[in-house]
């Protein structure tokens, strides 16, 4: 059974999700950084993504010269959303709406999950923000051109309840408000 439904984001100080469809700080020392702290949260839970997160990470996965036949990320269930009927991606479970993981309850079966994460794009993120009970959010410093951006003013309805800084970001843990 899943406990809770969170998501994890990275934004600049403006609040820039992305540029170009690509992560611009992707090359920052910062980049490391967050993906350590991504698979600390993540590990032995589930993610969901939509199709052009997802062959992103594919895509890095690939150029790193790992194999597609495995998980999409080791450690965790990947879900995939998209509408796209020829689309199939590879180490992930493809699924139509949030509402529709039908694969979920038997992978709960054999793997503990106890959150399932919302990890991008942005339009995923929007989507589905009114239904995440917490947000992992790194605030990578600088500004970064971002052609996207992610409405920082939902985060009022949250509250902050743990945090952290580093030289290159801010890491904060909000829980929704009551």
Same mark, same amino acid.
């Given at each position: ?7 994890? !984001?990275?934004?600049?100080?403006? +609040? ?11 090359? %920052? ?5 967050? /993906?350590?702290?991504?698979? %600390?949260? *993540? ?6 993504? #939509?199709? &052009?997160?997802?062959? %992103?990470?594919? %895509?890095?996965?690939?150029?790193? +010269? ?10 965790? =269930? ?7 009927? &020829?689309?199939?991606?590879? #180490?992930?479970? @493809? *699924? ?5 993981? +039908?694969?979920?309850?038997? !992978? /709960?079966?054999?793997?503990?999950? /106890?959150?399932?994460?919302? !990890?991008?794009?942005?339009? =995923? ?16 410093? #600088?500004?970064?051109?971002?052609? @996207? &951006? ?6 009022? &309805? ?6 952290? /800084? ?5 890491? !904060?843990?909000?829980?929704? +408000?009551?």
């Amino acid at each position: 059974m899943i406990n809770r439904f969170a998501m994890i !984001i990275a934004l600049d100080e403006g +609040g820039g999700f992305s540029k170009e469809n690509r992560i611009p700080w992707m090359n %920052e020392p910062v980049f490391r950084e967050d /993906q350590k702290k991504f698979k %600390e949260l *993540t590990n032995h839970n589930a993610i969901l993504m #939509g199709r &052009k997160t997802y062959e %992103e990470i594919h %895509e890095m996965k690939v150029s790193r +010269g790992l194999r597609e036949d495995g998980p999409l990320l080791r450690g965790r =269930t990947s879900f995939v959303l998209s509408r796209n009927s &020829k689309f199939q991606p590879f #180490g992930a479970i @493809k *699924t139509v709406s949030f509402y529709n993981l +039908g694969d979920l309850e038997e !992978i /709960q079966d054999r793997h503990v999950i /106890q959150t399932l994460f919302v !990890i991008g794009g942005l339009r =995923t993120c929007n989507d589905l923000f009114a239904r995440v009970s917490d947000v992992y959010c790194t605030i990578v410093k #600088g500004y970064y051109n971002c052609d @996207k &951006k992610f409405p920082i003013q939902e985060f009022k &309805k949250f509250n902050i309840v743990e945090g952290e /800084q580093t030289n290159n970001a801010y890491y !904060i843990h909000y829980v929704r +408000g009551a």
